[in-house]
């Protein structure tokens, strides 16, 4: 059965500093990948998604994340945070099962 | 375009009674989706449903949960009787049949059981 993995359970940065948060999955087929965010007291938002082709893909608010087959990893970038993305941060996986999510990171921005 | 609504967004009740959530889907969706969230967790699908047809209810605790979408297109999901366990957020979602890879959630409900 797939799985996806969020190595950070709550990052904190400063504003302007540079954001990684890392999820590998585990599945050897062919896969669908998301990013989706909640900020607090909001639903889940898509925030990218990569079904093929280029593997860096550009979501809204700044946000990229990069496919890395070989490393089975989509890490979610953004090169300057701002407070206002204080939120937590889902990766999803669909491969031959529905969507399975990691168990989130929570990110908290400070001025 | 409104999106998924889900009610009620809070309930709070006794253990061994039970509760019911409602969501209605964005329109023209067929494809919708109940999760769990556990505090902490990512959620976990309970049933997706493909137009009136639950097409995976692989983790849904049958002996308490149940259900129906009738007409295809809002639904509802039953707890009989609630637990203390099954505290926690309820979600439903929505995926198109021209997108259906992509998933649009609303905003939960918020379940405590005492």
């Known amino acids: 059965a797939q799985s996806v993995s969020q190595h950070n359970h709550h990052v904190i940065l400063s504003e302007a500093a540079s954001l990684e948060l890392g999820c590998n999955y585990s599945?050897?087929?062919?896969?669908?990948l998301f990013w989706y965010v909640q900020y607090p007291g909001q639903h889940l938002q898509l925030l990218l998604k990569y079904f093929s082709g280029d593997p860096l893909v550009k979501g809204i608010k700044g946000f990229e994340a990069e496919f890395i087959k070989s490393k089975f990893s989509f890490n979610l970038r953004k090169p300057s945070v701002q407070w206002s993305d204080t939120a937590e941060y889902f990766c999803?996986?669909?491969?031959?099962?529905?969507?399975?999510f990691g168990k989130g990171t929570r990110l908290s921005v400070i001025a | 375009e409104a999106g998924v609504v889900q009610s009620p967004r809070y309930k709070i009740i006794e253990k061994k009674q039970p509760v019911a959530f409602w969501c209605n889907p964005i329109s023209g969706h067929n494809t919708l989706y109940w999760y769990l969230q556990n505090l902490g967790q990512g959620p976990e699908l309970l049933i997706r449903?493909?137009?009136?047809?639950?097409?995976?209810d692989s983790q849904l605790p049958k002996d308490r949960f149940s259900a129906e979408r009738l007409k295809g297109v809002d639904s509802t999901l039953k707890i009989q009787p609630a637990e203390l366990g099954d505290s926690a957020v309820y979600l439903c979602?929505?995926?198109?049949?021209?997108?259906?890879?992509?998933?649009?959630f609303g905003p939960g409900t918020r379940l405590l059981v005492l």
């Open positions: 599945y050897g087929g062919t896969v669908n």
């Open positions: 999803a996986v669909k491969g031959n099962t529905p969507l399975v």
């Open positions: 449903y493909e137009n009136e047809e639950a097409v995976d």
């Open positions: 979602a929505s995926s198109p049949p021209w997108g259906p890879e992509t998933q649009y």
